[in-house]
DNA sequence: AGCATTTGACCCTT
DNA sequence: AAGGGTCAAATGCT
């Protein structure tokens, strides 16, 4: 039996996205009439990073595009919390090289409102793909409790990120970050699988803790530093993400005699890392 | 059953 | 008119 048609429900004119804007709500701005300069009015800032699934915010898929010129399709974002708590929060993302991993521009429009997590810093990116120089080290931030999808996928994220930190010429320090105690979520297109992710709090998520127990990294992999973070104890999302990987360079970091040990980020950023 | 995602259509901007 | 952004019914998943 054929598929029936697709009916689409005609917008009156002069109404965009129907009066008051999608779903009813209004512009954050005081909605000019002058509706063609509407998309220049928006507040966006473009991000690169590796994992553009994976930002501390709960995003709902809504579109994807095939672009003219671009070898693949843009995919359509906004916030979940949306018609909860008004956030107009929205992302677009656009996968821009065929590397391994891949690398994505993700473009931002408007803040959070919904207060569900801190936006992104754009001063905090991968770099352009730029691999850190020789000696660096790169914090390569994840979540160790975000999601609640199938457990093959986590296998397979727990392999793209192997891959990924395995490539990389110079050492990785990977910070964990323990979001157990949030209620985030994280969107996910089908086609890309997320993040390793637990119902259980604190699992790292790059190579398992099986080294000494004395430090709270592991270095079980001659150029990878596992580490766990409590991200409850800081701000740190105030200007890192989950899937943001900054780098920072020299021995900027020190051990305490508790085990825990605190790392200078720059950018005015210091961090205290927990035993677990 | 409820919710998220997919996908073609519609509409706006350039 | 072309390209891009969003809508919303259909579909899929849990």
Not at 12 to 31: C, D, K, M
Not at 125 to 139: C, I
Not at 233 to 258: I, N, R, T, V
């Amino acid at each position: 039996m054929a598929s029936p048609p697709l009916l689409k429900r005609k917008q009156q004119p002069n109404q965009p996205y129907g009066q008051g804007g999608i779903f009813g709500l209004s512009p954050p701005e005081p909605a000019p009439r002058d509706s063609r300069k509407r998309r220049k009015d928006k507040h966006t800032w473009i991000k690169h990073t590796l994992t553009p699934y994976f930002d501390g915010h709960l995003w709902r898929k809504y579109g994807q595009k095939v672009i003219k010129d671009a070898p693949y399709p843009r995919l359509y974002f906004r916030c979940s919390y949306r018609e909860d708590r008004r956030c107009l929060a929205s992302k677009l993302v656009q996968q821009m090289t065929h590397d391994d991993p891949p690398l994505y521009e993700v473009t931002y429009t408007y803040e959070h409102t919904c207060n569900a997590a801190p936006v992104p810093a754009p001063d905090v990116e991968a770099g352009d793909d730029e691999r850190p120089a020789s000696g660096g080290l790169v914090l390569s931030f994840g979540s160790s409790s975000a999601g609640h999808r199938r457990d093959e996928r986590r296998t397979m994220q727990m392999q793209e990120e192997r891959q990924q930190y395995h490539q990389s010429p110079s050492p990785f320090l990977t910070m964990n970050l323990d979001y157990s105690n949030r209620s985030q979520q994280h969107a996910f297109p089908s086609s890309v699988p997320p993040p390793a992710t637990s119902c259980s709090p604190s699992f790292p998520i790059v190579e398992s803790s099986s080294a000494s127990s004395s430090t709270p990294w592991t270095d079980d992999d001659d150029d990878i530093l596992t580490w766990d973070w409590d991200l409850s104890a800081y701000d740190l999302d105030e200007h890192l993400q989950l899937g943001d990987h900054a780098q920072f360079s020299g021995s900027s970091f020190s051990w305490k005699p508790d085990g825990s040990a605190l790392a200078n980020l720059g950018m005015g950023i210091e961090v205290k890392g927990v035993t677990f």
